[in-house]
C-alpha cells in the first residue's frame, strides 16, 4: 500500500498557534476605521401587541447615531417561511424579539440608548406548549398564517415533510414484538466560546461588505443581497461576506439572523461600519438551540429478532418564528428510515408556532432526537424479543451494497466492525446485565458522509496555485469554524501535489475571493471541499508534470511528485526538485505559471417528492458504548468509561478526528445528562454558564476510546467520508441504555438528571 | 465595426470614490493590534569611518522595543550590484546613509530614542562629481570593489552595457552635417503625496508577511525571502506581500530600500508588527531619485536630411550604492537606437560611484535623459541642414514593419501621424521661426508598448471567477498605483464576457491572492495584465456559452454575451439573462460554477549579448509640441500650448488615457523647467515642497491637448498599447526647442531655469 507524507498523519491544527497564542482575530478583535457599536432592544412580553415605541430620548442622547424600529426600516423578510423581519412591528411573539436597534460611538452610549427606549405593550395571551398550541382556540402567533387545507388560521406550519415506505399495519400484523414509546427532548444550546457578531459596512456604490462569524458565507451572501433588494438598492449591489476567526459554529451560524439585518440597517442608515456583537447573556437567549420534540415512536421485529417496521409521529416547537429547526424532519427522516434494516418505515412530524424561542441547526441536525428514540427503543425492543441488544443491533445492521427504504445507497458501511468494536472494547459479554449499579450500554448511529444535497448545490470549488518555489495558495469555498478543515484541507491538496502541509496556505474567508460552497454543515467538508481540493491539485500536478516531462525528458505519464521532488517512476535518479521545475517553466518567453481550478458537485439527488433519493455519495455508520455508575441514592450518573468506534472511511488527520470524537462525545453527553436551556413561559431562565451545564474538563470521563474503522471510500477524498457531526449522535441513548442496564430504569426525556432518575427508581419499587 | 460597451468609455476611476472621500486606505492609515513604530537613525557625514555606535541610553527609554545596528543584524544585502546592507557598519558613503534604527510603542518615542543614540564618525575625504571619481586617486566609495579588467580598485561600476550597430566612424565619413554636444540633467524625484513605509509582521512559524507600498510585489516578496535566508531562518519560509492603497509610485517602488528590511530586523527582533513610514523630509532624501547625467552625443545626417549615426557616451552618477539606476542604459539604448530611422549607432555609457545619493527608476526609466539629448540636438541637426525640424523628424520618422539597429520589430508605428498632429494642432507652419520671445517646439519619443523583457519573465496572471448573479471576481497580478490598471482591467474583462464594468470586482492586492506578476514598470500593464484578464475572462466565456449551449439549444459558436445577455447570433430572440444561465448549471447534482485562470507572458527576447532583440511585443510613439512665451528681462518661460499626441493602439479608457497624458507632460514640464533636488556636497538641500519646486494646478498651461492615434495594434487588448510613461519623456526636448525657437538660446543642461535663459541669453549678445 501507498506510503501517504500527508495523509494520515497526526498533523497539528493550522490555526493552532494563533489561537493559542491569542493572535487569531475573532469578531470581538476586530475594528473598523469610524466603527459605530449596534445594541438591540428585545421585547419585554412573550406576546403582545406594541402600542407606541418612543424614541425620542434615545435620539437626543449625545453619541446616537441611529435609532431603529419596526416603523422606520424597509420591509426585510428572511427565515426558511419568510415569517421574520429584523425589528418587529404591531406585535412580538417572544422574548427575544427585536423591537428596536440604535448604533452610537460606544457600545455604553448605545447601551444607555437602549434603555431611554420607551415601549407601550398591551400583553397577549401566549402559548407555549407545542401540543396546546395545535388545539383549535389556542393563542394564534401569526394570526395571518392558514392552514393550507382548510384555509383556517392555525400555529401548525404547512410543511411537506412525510415519509412512507413499505406498509406498516401490514408489519404491525407481522411483527412478533411490538414495542411503542413517547420520549422528550428539550432545547439545548451551541455554547459557542466566541459569541455571535458581524460588522456591515457598505461602500459608496452601496456594495455592502459584512464581517461574519457565519459558516455559510455564500448562503448569507444571497440572503444579504435580497434584503439590500428590499432595501430599494437595485439588484445589482455586490455583497461580499468576510469571515472572521470562528470560535465554534455547531450549526448556529448557518442561517441569518434579526441581528445581522438590524447591522446592515444601521450601517446604511449612518453611512458607516456598524458592528453588534453578542453579549453572553443574547447569545444563549437570542441565537436558536436544538429544536425540542416530542417523538411517538412504535417498532416491531420477527420473533428471531429481525426488524419488521418503524412508525414515528413527532411534534417540534417551531417557536414563534421559522429558521432551520422546522427543516429538522427532513434529515430525521434518515435514521428513521435507515437506521439498521428496516423494511416498513413512516414518519410524521408537525412543526407548531409557540411564543417560545426558534430553532436552528445544531450539530447532528435532526439526527440526536429521533436517535435517542429509536436506539433507545431498539433495547427496549431486544427485551421483549429476548436477544442481547448488541446482537440484535448486529442481526439488523446495515450492510454494503443495501438501498434503504429512503432509497439511499448505502456503498461502504463498517456499521457492523463498530458494533463488535464497541462490543469488545466495553467487555460487553461479561459486564452486560449485572444490574448492580453499573451498567453497559451502546448506540448507533447513520449520518451523511458524503455530502448531503438539502440545496440545490452540494458544491464546493477551490482554485490552486504555487508559487516559483513550490509554495501552493489554496483557495476553497469551505469553512474552518474550529473543526479543523484548513488543516484537513491542507493535508490533501498537500498529498496530491507531493509537497508538504507546510507548503501550503489555504485562504477561505472571503467570498470575493474564494470559490463559492453551500457552506459548513452535513459533515460535508472533509468530503465535498477535500474533493474539490483533491481535483484542482491533481490539475495542477498534471500540468506541473507536463511542464517536467521536457527536462527530464520522460513521458508525464511516467513522472511522480514526493516530498517535493519530481521523479521518474521508471528511472528514479532522473529527478528535480519542484521549484526548479516551476522557475524554468516560468522564467522563459511565453513562460508559465500553474493554477487551476475545480468545482466539485456531487453526483447525488435532490430528495423526491415522497422525500426518498439518494442525497449523499456515502454514508457514514458509527456506534458508541458506555459504562456508568449510578448512584441510587443521589441519582447522579458517572460515565467510567466511553468507547466511541466510528466508519471514517479513512482518517485524514486521525489527532482530528479523535478531536471531532472526543468533542462530540462530551457535546452527547451534555445532551444526554446535564444540558438544558430553561424556559419559563418563553423566557430563558439559564442565559450563562453557571445555570447551564456543559461539561468542562474536570467532568470528562477518565477514559474516553476512539475506535477508527476505515472502509476506503472510493468517492471520499483518499477513502475519506465525514466526521464532522456524528460524534454526538448516539451518547444520549447509549447512555440511557447503560443506565437501564445499571439500575433497570429507562428515562425517556432528555437531559437524564438525577431527578429523573430517582423518580423512576421511586416508581420502579412501586 | 463592433461597438463596444466598456472598450473606448470614459469610465470613471474604480477607486475614485475612495480616494475622494477619504476611505481609501494607505499604509499611512493602517494599524495592526500590538503594532510597533520604527524610526531610523541616518548618517551625518557623506563619507566617514564609523567609529563607535552607543546605544545604551537609547536601550534604556521607555517603551523602546528594540535598537538595531549594524553591528548586531544579520549579513542581509540587496541591490542590483549586492552593495547595500540594512544598516552600515565600518563606514557610511553617504548621508542616507543608515546607522542604527528603533522600534518603540509609539512615533514619538522611536523618535527620541533615535536621539539618543551616539555615534562617532571619522569623516573621510568625499567625491560628489563622478567626472573627479574616475580619476585616479579619488576616495574610493567602496574600496573592495575593482576593475574587471585590471583588478584595480575604481568607482567605476562593472557594467557591460554598451550598444554598438553598424559603423559610426564610416557613418560620420558619409555625413553631409554633423553636430555634436553636451546635455546635462540632474536629479528629480518622484513627489508622490503618500510617503512610503511599510508594516512587517511575522506569524509563529517566521512566515513574513509586509504591508507595503510596492510596485512589484513578486520581485520584493523573491528579496524578502532571500533576506530571511541570510536571517538563518531557512528556504522554506513563505512571504506575503499584501499591498495597500499606494499613493503614487512613478517607479520609486520599484526596488527595496534599506527601511524595509530595518522593518523586517525590527519585527523579527520584537516579534511584533513593526511600521516605520518616511516624514516627507525622508521621502525626499532617502528614496531612489531619477539618476543624472552627463550626455555627450554625436549625430549627422546626409545632405537630403537623412539621419546616418547617432553616438552617444554617457557618465552616470551611481551615488553610493547600486539600485535600479544602473541599469537605466539598457533602456538608454532604445531610444539613442530606435528613436527615428537612424542606421549605425553607439553607446557607450559609464556609471560611477560617488558620495552622492543614489538613483533608481523614475517614470520613463532612462529615457527622458537621452530623449532630452536626443531632441534637443535633432533640432540643432535640423538647423545645421537647413531642414524644417517637423520635416527633418517626418523624413526619418519610424515606419511600421521596420527593424531597427537594436533588432525591435516595429509592428504598429503612428509616429509620422503624431508629429503631422502636433504641427497642425500648433499652427506650426505660421507660428515657427519667428523668433519674437514665442516659440513652437516639439520632439518625440519611442517606448516599449507591449511589456519588456527586462527579467526572464516578462508574465503576468489573472483568475476570474463569475458567481449565480453574474459578478465577476478578477485577480490580477497587476498593481494600481494610482494609474487606473483596476479600471482598465476591470473593462477589458467586462467586454470579452459581455457584462458590464461595475459587475467586476478586482483584487489585485496580495501575493498570496494573486497571481504572479512582474511588476507595474515599463508601461506594461495594460498589454501584459489586460491581454492575461482577457484571456482568463475568454476561458470563462467559453465555459458559459458551452453551458447555455444546452439550455439555449444552439451551439456555443452560435452564442455571444452582451450586456449580461446571452443570445443566438442567428437568431437573437433566443436568448437569456447570464445569471439565469450560471445559476441552472450551478444548481443541479454535478452542477458546475464558472471560474479560470491564464498566465500570459508576451511572446519577447531578452537583450543578447550584444544587447539587442525584440524585448517587447510592441512599440509605443509620441510627439508633443508646445509654444512657449520667454521673457527676455526675467528669463521666465510660460507655456502656452501643450499638444500630445500619442499612438496608443487603442484607448481602452479614453479619460484615464488623457489623465496619463496630462500627469506625464506636466510631471515633463517640470523636468524641464523647475524641478532638481539640489545635492551640496552629497546633502540634499531643498527636501521639501516649498524649496522643490513641482508644478500645481495654477502652473498649469491653459491648452493641454491630446491626441489619439489608433492603430490598433493586433497583439494588444482590443488594439492597446502601454501609455504609462511616455506622456513626460518628449517634454523637455519640446520645450527646449520652443525656447531656442523663441529667443535663439539652446539651454543643454535641466531644469531649463530662468537663470540658465538669461546666462544664455547674454552670452548670445556677445
Not at 184 to 210: P, Q
Not at 211 to 226: G, M, P
Not at 258 to 278: C, M, Q, W
Not at 602 to 616: A, I
Request: net charge neutral.
Amino acid at each position: 500500500m501507498e506510503e501517504y507524507i500527508n495523509i494520515g498523519k497526526r498533523i497539528p491544527k493550522a490555526d493552532a498557534f494563533e489561537k493559542a497564542t491569542g493572535k487569531a482575530i475573532y469578531i470581538q478583535d476586530l475594528k473598523l476605521p469610524g466603527m459605530l457599536y449596534g445594541k438591540i432592544l428585545y421585547s419585554k412580553h412573550p406576546h403582545a401587541r406594541i402600542l407606541k415605541i418612543d424614541t425620542t430620548r434615545a435620539e437626543k442622547l449625545p453619541g446616537v447615531r441611529a435609532v431603529l424600529t419596526g416603523y422606520n426600516i424597509p420591509p426585510i423578510r428572511f427565515g426558511f417561511y419568510k415569517d421574520n423581519v429584523p425589528l418587529k412591528r404591531d406585535k412580538v411573539r417572544s422574548y427575544r424579539d427585536e423591537v428596536a436597534a440604535v448604533a452610537a460611538i460606544s457600545p455604553e452610549i448605545a447601551e444607555e440608548a437602549i434603555d431611554l427606549i420607551e415601549v407601550e405593550y398591551e400583553p397577549l395571551p401566549a402559548v407555549f406548549d407545542p401540543e396546546e398550541a395545535m388545539k383549535e382556540g389556542a393563542p394564534l402567533i401569526h394570526e395571518d398564517h392558514v392552514s393550507l387545507k382548510d384555509k383556517k388560521p392555525t400555529n401548525v406550519l404547512n410543511l411537506p415533510w412525510k415519509l412512507v415506505s413499505g406498509d406498516i399495519e401490514e408489519a404491525r400484523r407481522n411483527s412478533a414484538h411490538i414495542v411503542e414509546d413517547r420520549f422528550k427532548v428539550t432545547w439545548v444550546t451551541h455554547c459557542c466560546l466566541s459569541t455571535s457578531g458581524c460588522i456591515a459596512e457598505f461602500d459608496l456604490r452601496n456594495n455592502l461588505t459584512v464581517y461574519s462569524t457565519t459558516q455559510c458565507a455564500n448562503l448569507a451572501q444571497r440572503e444579504f443581497k435580497d434584503a439590500l433588494k428590499a432595501m430599494g438598492l437595485g439588484e445589482e449591489r455586490n455583497v461580499r461576506i468576510i469571515k472572521t476567526t470562528i470560535g465554534g459554529a455547531f450549526g448556529s451560524k448557518l442561517d441569518t439572523y434579526p441581528f445581522e439585518y438590524i447591522t446592515i440597517l444601521l450601517a446604511y442608515k449612518t453611512r458607516k461600519p456598524v458592528k453588534i456583537v453578542f453579549s453572553r447573556e443574547e447569545e444563549f437567549f437570542a441565537t436558536s438551540p436544538r429544536q425540542p420534540a416530542i417523538i411517538d415512536i412504535a417498532q416491531g421485529c420477527t420473533r428471531d429478532g429481525k426488524l419488521t417496521f418503524r412508525d414515528v409521529s413527532m411534534i417540534l416547537d417551531n417557536g414563534a418564528y421559522t429558521s432551520w429547526g422546522a427543516t429538522t424532519p427532513t434529515v430525521m427522516m434518515m435514521p428513521i428510515s435507515s437506521l439498521y434494516k428496516v423494511p416498513n418505515v413512516r414518519f410524521i412530524p408537525r412543526c407548531v408556532y409557540t411564543n417560545n424561542t426558534y430553532s436552528q441547526a445544531m450539530r447532528g441536525y435532526g439526527t440526536p432526537q429521533p436517535t435517542f428514540a429509536i436506539e433507545s427503543q431498539i433495547d427496549h425492543l431486544a427485551e421483549e424479543a429476548g436477544i442481547d441488544p448488541m446482537e440484535f443491533r448486529l442481526l439488523n445492521a446495515n450492510q454494503p451494497g443495501e438501498i434503504t427504504p429512503q432509497k439511499f445507497k448505502i456503498s461502504t458501511c463498517g456499521l457492523s466492525e463498530c458494533i463488535e468494536a464497541v462490543g469488545e472494547k466495553l467487555n460487553w459479554k461479561i459486564k452486560r446485565g449485572q444490574r448492580n449499579g453499573r451498567g453497559v450500554g451502546m448506540a448507533s448511529l447513520i449520518h451523511v458522509g458524503g455530502g448531503a444535497r438539502v440545496y440545490k448545490s452540494d458544491g464546493c470549488g477551490t482554485i490552486v496555485k504555487i508559487d516559483d518555489f513550490g509554495h501552493v495558495d489554496v483557495f476553497t469555498g469551505a469553512t474552518d469554524m474550529g473543526q479543523g478543515s484548513d488543516t484537513v484541507i491542507s493535508q490533501i491538496v498537500a498529498e496530491e501535489l507531493g509537497v508538504r502541509v507546510e507548503d501550503v496556505t489555504l485562504i477561505n474567508n472571503d467570498t470575493e475571493i474564494c470559490p463559492w460552497d453551500v457552506s459548513s454543515h452535513a459533515s460535508r467538508t472533509t468530503f465535498v471541499a477535500g474533493n474539490s481540493a483533491r481535483m484542482a491539485a491533481r490539475k495542477v500536478k498534471e500540468q506541473i508534470l507536463e511542464l517536467a516531462s521536457k527536462s527530464l525528458g520522460e513521458n508525464p505519464e511516467d513522472l511522480d511528485i514526493r516530498d517535493r521532488i519530481i521523479y521518474s517512476k521508471r528511472d528514479p535518479e532522473k529527478k528535480s526538485p519542484i521549484g526548479k521545475i516551476l522557475r524554468a517553466a516560468h522564467y522563459t518567453s511565453g513562460g508559465k505559471m500553474v493554477m487551476a481550478e475545480y468545482f466539485y458537485d456531487p453526483p447525488t439527488e435532490n430528495l423526491d417528492r415522497e422525500f426518498k433519493g439518494n442525497f449523499s455519495v456515502t454514508y457514514t455508520f458509527g456506534t458508541h458504548g458506555v459504562e456508568v455508575e449510578v448512584d441510587k441514592e443521589t441519582g447522579e450518573v458517572k460515565v467510567l468509561k466511553y468507547v466511541a468506534a466510528h466508519d471514517v472511511g479513512k482518517a485524514i488527520n486521525p489527532m482530528l478526528l479523535e478531536g471531532q470524537v472526543y468533542g462530540g462525545a462530551v457535546m452527547g453527553m451534555g445532551y444526554a445528562l446535564t444540558e438544558r436551556l430553561i424556559l419559563d413561559k418563553g423566557k430563558v431562565k439559564n442565559p450563562n454558564f453557571l445555570d447551564y451545564k456543559i461539561l468542562t474538563a474536570k467532568d470528562i470521563p477518565p477514559v474516553i476510546e476512539t475506535v477508527v474503522v476505515e472502509t476506503e471510500d472510493k468517492e471520499g477524498p483518499f477513502g475519506a467520508k465525514g466526521i464532522g457531526e456524528p460524534g454526538l449522535v448516539p451518547t444520549a441513548p447509549a447512555i440511557a441504555n447503560a443506565i437501564y442496564d445499571a439500575v433497570g430504569v429507562r428515562i425517556k426525556e432528555l437531559p437524564i438528571t438525577p431527578e429523573r432518575i430517582l423518580r423512576a427508581l421511586k416508581e420502579l419499587k412501586k
